[in-house]
C-alpha cells in the first residue's frame, strides 16, 4: 500500500476507478477490513499510512461509507460499519439521556 501518497492526492477523479472510489478510498475500506492485522495502535497505523489524523480518518471514513460506490464496492464491510456507528450512536444519546441500553 502506497497510502502516504492517497492522502495528498485531491479528494476528485485522483485515481478513480470504474467502481466511482479513488485510490485513497479503496485503500481506506481495504485497511478497515484488516486493520486488526497491524501491530500497534490503530491510530498509529492510520497516521503512517494516510498521513492524517485518527480524527479526520474517522470523518472521512464516515463519510464514505454512505456512498452508494462504497457499498457496491464492499457491501458487507460497508453495512458491518454503519450498524457499529448507528449502536455507538444510540450508546452515546442513551448516555446523555441517562438511559441504560
Excluded: C
Aim: aromatic fraction near 6%; glycine fraction near 6%; avoid cysteine.
Amino acid at each position: 500500500m502506497q497510502s502516504a501518497h492517497a492522502a495528498e492526492e485531491p479528494e476528485g477523479d485522483a485515481g478513480e476507478s470504474g467502481d466511482g472510489l479513488n485510490r485513497r478510498d479503496r485503500e481506506i475500506l481495504a485497511f478497515e477490513r484488516q486493520w486488526w492485522k497491524y501491530a500497534g495502535a490503530k491510530e498509529q497505523a492510520i497516521r503512517e499510512l494516510f498521513d492524517m489524523s485518527a480524527t479526520r480518518y474517522y470523518q472521512v471514513l464516515n463519510a464514505l461509507i454512505d456512498t452508494p460506490a462504497a457499498l457496491a464496492a464492499d457491501p458487507m464491510l460497508v453495512k458491518r460499519l454503519r450498524r457499529l456507528r448507528a449502536s455507538r450512536q444510540r450508546q452515546r444519546s442513551a448516555r446523555r439521556l441517562g438511559i441504560e441500553v
